[in-house]
């Protein structure tokens, strides 16, 4: 068991640098496609489209077959259309290719994390902590190597290529490194039962799932967009790397240290509220002071949004797995769909505004942080589905 789980999270690192490795450039790479600030948000529009319509999917058909397969398949894809990311210059080829990397990123989106919820131990929390933050650090080398090939390389497609070379190393790590055993106990699933699963859900769930996408819609934007903000300061690919470094750094810090001591003294709902109340407040206070010194108030005030960021997410998964009405894989698959479509709708109008209105759309995003936690109080003062 301890293998199993070292080789896990040794792969959670991996899996955060290699899907992060072209982020702090693409919005340079972007610009010199001179695709507009619309499709901007349409690319990772569609990206999470396809992890929306296919979690529940991946997740549901983890529950009859070998995850490891199914991992590599999904890197296997994933790297595929992130080659043709960089080989194309068609933005409307290229919102093809973002939709089928969506499919396939679900599937080791949702299996590596059902792989980990459904091991048999009992520092689970503590193990989830571990995981999240892994994914969190491999991101951070991912975006600070990522900026600094971007200012090595003069044609930048060569990043995406190598991403995708990254990519076809993890397909053939996922046959090794995942125990590839069928269930033999586990009931013949329809591949697409999660449209069932939802009329079984408790009420207070519907409303979970609804606050899970909207603070995605906020955590999604702030990502794209921020790295976009600072490309039009005209700041380095290898800055945005160094401020994504850093955020990484304060989240294995956050999820090392705080998260694991927070989920042992308090309710995880009770944790998610706070913290979707403080990333908000403190990305609000970033962009609402005057934007001359905003690299010095990402460094500050926006770090402290991070750490908030960093609770959320842990946090609201345990609550999660406290609910039994339906089975890991499904409950995970559906949260993963609401994940998406948080970051379908988000970009897609975050596209839109940002070429209207400019940093301004920082404070709305801040803003629906906010209302988010408001929405969690009302659910929790319900006695939520349970809490």
Not at 56 to 62: A, E, I, S
Not at 118 to 128: F, V
Not at 209 to 224: D, G, H, L, P, Y
Not at 295 to 314: A, D, H, Q, R
């Amino acid at each position: 068991m301890l293998k199993r789980i070292i080789y896990l999270q040794f792969f959670a690192f991996l899996l955060g640098l290699v899907t992060n490795l072209v982020h702090p450039i693409t919005p340079a790479y972007l610009r010199v496609l001179k695709v507009d600030d619309y499709f901007f948000g349409l690319f990772f529009a569609a990206m999470n489209l396809g992890i929306f319509l296919a979690a529940p999917f991946w997740g549901n058909l983890g529950n009859t077959k070998t995850k490891g397969i199914l991992i590599g398949i999904g890197f296997l894809g994933y790297g595929l259309s992130q080659f043709l990311f960089g080989y194309f210059d068609n933005q409307y080829l290229i919102l093809l290719v973002r939709f089928t990397a969506g499919i396939f990123t679900a599937s080791f989106q949702v299996l590596t994390l059902t792989y980990l919820l459904e091991m048999p131990i009992n520092n689970k929390k503590t193990q989830l902590s571990i995981y999240l933050a892994l994914v969190v650090l491999g991101g951070s080398f991912g975006y600070l190597i990522g900026g600094l090939l971007g200012d090595y390389f003069d044609d930048l497609k060569n990043i995406f290529y190598l991403q995708a070379g990254f990519s076809m190393i993890l397909f053939l790590l996922a046959f090794f490194l995942f125990e590839n055993k069928e269930d033999q106990k586990q009931e013949k699933r329809k591949l697409f039962p999660a449209l069932k699963e939802i009329k079984t859900l408790p009420k207070g769930l519907y409303l979970l799932f609804i606050v899970v996408m909207i603070a995605n819609i906020s955590f999604i934007s702030f990502a794209r967009y921020l790295d976009l903000y600072l490309t039009d300061l005209n700041h380095l690919t290898s800055t945005i790397g160094v401020v994504n470094f850093v955020t990484g750094i304060i989240t294995i810090f956050v999820s090392l240290v705080v998260v694991p001591f927070l989920l042992r003294k308090y309710q995880g709902l009770k944790i998610v509220v706070i913290s979707l109340m403080g990333a908000g407040l403190f990305s609000f206070l970033t962009f609402i002071l005057p934007q001359e010194g905003v690299i010095y108030f990402i460094f500050s005030l926006f770090m402290v949004y991070t750490g908030f960021k960093t609770v959320y997410e842990p946090a609201m998964i345990a609550h999660l797995n406290e609910q039994k009405v339906i089975n890991t894989g499904a409950l995970m698959g559906l949260r993963q769909s609401a994940l998406a479509l948080g970051a379908v709708l988000g970009p897609a109008i975050a596209g839109v505004l940002y070429g209207v209105i400019n940093f301004y759309l920082f404070i709305i995003l801040a803003s629906l942080l906010m209302l988010a936690s408001l929405m969690l109080m009302g659910y929790q003062n319900k006695g939520g589905a349970k809490t």
